[in-house]
């Protein structure tokens, strides 16, 4: 009964505070709308929550408060959606959110900005590196490198674009990309002679307080510079802290030159990353899946939901990275080329290499059609179980459930699109 007369308060204390913004000239779509949210059945921490949003984008910056604690979190509104990454919520319980405009000077929470003279995206957030976009045609392809984990230590290789600290090996090992290894018999996965090449093509991006994005158009091509398919790839970067760091992926591949064959072949990955040397499995580090599988014996060639690789940084202690594969993408739970030597890639394809040929992973797309695939990349502070990269997934798989509560009659949010 207490818990249920502290909701009914916070509802009324909201319903109080929206009147107060009605009639307001800037931002009156959004400032006092209501915000529910109900969290699933494990603890939630800093999962982005998306509501669909078809009024007018304010001129002010937007956030919302949360009634219980008062806690402001801040909001992006981009293609129809108001996204806001809030601090978390226990299993089962109930959650409202007052949106209120502010000072539109105040910087971005998440800046995205061009390096000057060079194809490259720097992405900070709080004023902290991230990492950074390198997306020049002298490069075979585009890549995420450096890529940092709280207290700013790389959390993947830095060789052979910076410098060496143990190994020289796979130098088309490119810290966190994406890429495959027969695409209509394109090697778009090694940089060898007979490689292929992911041609950037049309490279935009943007800043925002709950998220920064950056969106490519790519062709990729074969040895001879023919192309093979067409690709369209978008990065969230999310406004969470430095401890628990999270960006998405969405790629899309279109048959834009005719049928597509996906071969069968283990060298390749959709999303993958290269960790840094020293929480390699040979120098000590882990290797645990979503089955339960712990290290490459266990986790290479096998469906699992998610796979994440964590060691220790010197004085840093122990710190992640962990790739989740969407229920949505074809061949869900992906397999993994994941090894004892740091490379961890999804790979629904490569089926006959890693059964022992009792299964065969070729896929075509048809001419004129596509395929989606969504990852979430979470760069952590302490190991798998500290960092519950388990309920971590479960955000990205089921995130919590969110939608706009109708203000009373009359109130100047009364009537704005999201409904």
């Not at 699933?40 to 984008?57: E, K, N």
């Not at 969106?215 to 398919?229: F, G, S």
């Amino acid at each position: 009964m207490r818990n249920l007369l502290h909701v009914a308060a916070g509802v009324a204390l909201l319903a109080l505070l929206a009147a107060q913004y009605a009639g307001a000239d800037d931002g009156q779509f959004l400032d006092g709308r209501l915000i529910a949210l109900e969290a699933g059945d494990h603890m939630s921490r800093y999962a982005p929550v998306v509501l669909p949003y078809h009024g007018p984008a304010p001129e002010k910056k937007v956030n919302v408060v949360e009634d219980k604690t008062g806690k402001r979190f801040p909001v992006t509104i981009r293609d129809d959606e108001f996204v806001f990454v809030p601090e978390g919520a226990m299993p089962g319980t109930k959650h409202m959110y007052l949106v209120e405009t502010h000072d539109p000077s105040a910087p971005m929470v998440v800046q995205i900005d061009k390096v000057e003279g060079a194809d490259q995206l720097e992405v900070r957030i709080r004023d902290e590196h991230l990492t950074t976009y390198h997306y020049s045609n002298e490069n075979k392809k585009p890549f995420l490198w450096p890529v940092y984990a709280e207290g700013g230590v790389t959390i993947t290789r830095d060789w052979p674009m910076g410098d060496q600290e143990l190994s020289d090996d796979h130098k088309h090992h490119k810290s966190l990309w994406s890429s495959y290894g027969n695409v209509n018999g394109a090697d778009c996965w090694g940089e060898g002679d007979n490689s292929g090449y992911q041609v950037s093509g049309d490279v935009q991006w943007g800043s925002g307080d709950a998220y920064g994005w950056i969106a490519a158009k790519n062709t990729w091509q074969n040895n001879n510079r023919e192309p093979v398919v067409s690709e369209e790839r978008e990065y969230r970067f999310y406004a969470s802290p430095a401890k628990a760091r999270i960006l998405d992926l969405i790629l899309t591949f279109t048959a834009s030159y005719g049928d597509v064959l996906f071969k069968d072949t283990k060298e390749g990955g959709i999303m993958t990353a290269r960790v840094r040397d020293i929480i390699t499995e040979e120098q000590g580090g882990t290797i645990t899946n979503a089955a339960g599988g712990v290290g490459a014996g266990q986790c290479w060639g096998k469906p699992a939901a998610w796979c994440d690789y964590s060691g220790s940084i010197g004085d840093a202690g122990l710190r992640g990275i962990a790739i989740f594969d969407h229920p949505t993408n074809l061949r869900h739970p992906t397999t993994w080329h994941v090894r004892d030597y740091g490379l961890m890639g999804a790979n629904c394809f490569g089926y006959s290499h890693f059964t022992k040929s009792k299964e065969n992973g070729d896929y075509t797309l048809k001419d004129g059609e596509s395929v989606t695939f969504r990852y979430r990349v979470y760069i952590h502070t302490g190991g798998v179980d500290l960092a519950k990269v388990a309920d971590r997934y479960a955000d990205y798989a089921a995130p919590p459930e969110a939608a706009w509560v109708q203000p009373a009659e009359g109130s100047a949010a009364s009537g704005a699109g999201g409904e």
